[in-house]
């Protein structure tokens, strides 16, 4: 019997195996999905500790590029490791300094409930509408009714803002959706430009620093960040830096290269109940009745958008023997 295991399930005493590139793929997404959750968490201690968006944006891209240095070294320094310096511009505002400024600031603002489920569900929501325009993806009815659920839980969540004693948080929620579709829109691009995960984390990571680090040593605070205890500042700049910059960037960027923008976009699906359980024991904020409502109907509409609830209430096909 020949193996078929390239583009194809593969069959053997009827049983389905999944692709080995679907398997990373879908390891790869879940890893960057569970990091993207440890990382709005921090953002979210981080200005309760006292930093700005921009001392959290210093961090991050600052420690991602002396990462990242000695590979590029080593990978066509002056063309970006191919990528080129146009597109790694491109590529550096959608989803370097401006992405990280608009999702941590939304924190000055807005709680992290909001955070963990308007921020992702954007992408969700940003990806899928450009797999149908784009990719010409048809929206299915699974996908129509778990846009629908989205937009009712967000709608619970923002309908009681002003519980929150901060009249402003609609500000919050706003600069979430702007950072959601901003990665979105990293998404497409790094599906139809076809990158190397390693490279297009190298240039990202390199020519955001280049920008960041001259304009903070500028005109830059740094009491901020040497205020922070030394447990804090290492834990701000491991998560931010080498989890968030490195790891999830060239794990996002596997994910789409297996398995496509449209699939890929959908991992923040992930994201809002991770982060609301993972958040607990470090922010030690649970969430109010209408945030979980609201998460909850958001959550379940993501999963029901992705085909997962469909697939757990319908039978596997049996293979004849």
């Given at each position: ?200 984390t190298a240039a990202v990571s390199v020519v955001s620093a280049l920008v960041v680090v001259p304009l903070f040593l500028l005109g830059g605070d740094f009491s901020r960040i040497a205020a922070l205890p030394m447990g804090a500042l290492v834990a701000q700049i491991v998560v931010q830096g ?80």
């Amino acid at each position: 019997m020949t193996s078929t295991a390239s583009s194809s399930v593969a069959r053997h005493g009827g049983v389905r195996f999944v692709p080995s590139r679907m398997v990373t793929g879908l390891a790869a997404g879940v890893f960057a999905a569970l990091v993207w959750a440890t990382y709005l968490i921090a953002a979210k201690t981080g200005t309760a500790q006292g930093l700005m968006p921009q001392d959290i944006v210093l961090l991050r891209f600052t420690t991602a590029a002396l990462v990242m240095l000695p590979w590029l070294s080593r990978h066509d320094p002056a063309r970006l490791a191919g990528i080129g310096w146009r597109r790694a511009a491109i590529l550096a505002t959608l989803a370097g300094p401006p992405f990280i400024a608009l999702s941590t600031g939304a924190y000055l603002f807005a709680p992290l409930a909001h955070g963990a489920v308007i921020q992702p569900s954007t992408v969700t929501l940003a990806s899928m509408g450009a797999a149908a325009v784009l990719l010409k993806e048809r929206l299915t009815r699974d996908k129509l009714v778990g846009v629908a659920l989205i937009v009712a839980g967000l709608a619970v969540i923002a309908s009681h803002a002003q519980v929150m004693g901060n009249p402003r948080v609609w500000i919050g929620d706003l600069l979430f959706v702007a950072a959601g579709l901003s990665w979105a829109a990293f998404t497409v691009l790094l599906k139809r430009w076809s990158l190397d995960a390693l490279a297009m984390t190298a240039a990202v990571s390199v020519v955001s620093a280049l920008v960041v680090v001259p304009l903070f040593l500028l005109g830059g605070d740094f009491s901020r960040i040497a205020a922070l205890p030394m447990g804090a500042l290492v834990a701000q700049i491991v998560v931010q830096g080498v989890l968030s910059g490195v790891l999830a960037f060239v794990a996002f960027g596997v994910a789409v290269r297996h398995l496509g923008a449209a699939k890929a976009g959908l991992f923040p699906a992930i994201v809002p109940v991770a982060t609301l359980l993972l958040g607990i024991p470090v922010t030690g904020n649970i969430p109010v009745g209408f945030e979980m409502i609201g998460a909850a109907l958001a959550t379940f509409g993501l999963v029901t958008a992705i085909g997962l609830v469909r697939a757990l209430f319908s039978s596997s096909p049996r293979t004849k023997g």
